[in-house]
């Protein structure tokens, strides 16, 4: 039976990671934040945060700017937006996919508002990607078996031919549970021949 519908993961598939450990720790360091007090606040907020439900300047508040500091909200966010860098095998590869017009491209992925958007238009991925299945939208995140439940009754993809690319292995369970083919992402300069098996070429 052959693939139609393509669902990629945004951070660490076709871009850096938005906002995880690595991220946190160059602002830790580059804006003196004390770092067990930082995560700390992080956990308490990251899940509100990127179900849609806390904006951008709420978790700041939050997180940072609780008390005084001698940086600006705006360095702050200008340094967290520009940690994002795309994968640029990656995205050649699901551009190449979109022009041979034979799968329905999709993103499936954990984002807050404002990260995602800037995403989308930094990385081009408006002019790849159909739909995006995002937890600031949909209002629930990875692993959740629901976030997938979602993305493919929104999209009505038959799970069997549909592939979900993700490089965290626990978010490749449920969408293998549901009846999904999974491709555990390494690099972009290898996912042409992952896909390859499975009948998916540009």
Known sequence: MSITHLF??????????GWSTPQRRRAIERFGIDAAEFEQQHRDAIGTFEQGRMTLDDYLDATVFYRDREFSRESFVAFMLAESRPDEATIALARRLAESGKYRMMTLNNESLELNLHRIRQFGLQHIFQAFFTSCWLGVTKPSRRI??????????????????????PNLMPARALGMQTIHFTSGDRLAGQLAPLGVAG
């Open 8 to 17: 990629f993961d945004v951070g660490g598939v076709l871009g850096t990671n």
């Open 148 to 169: 997938y439940e979602l993305a493919l009754g929104i999209s009505q993809a038959p799970p069997e031919r549909a592939v979900f690319i993700d490089d965290r292995g």
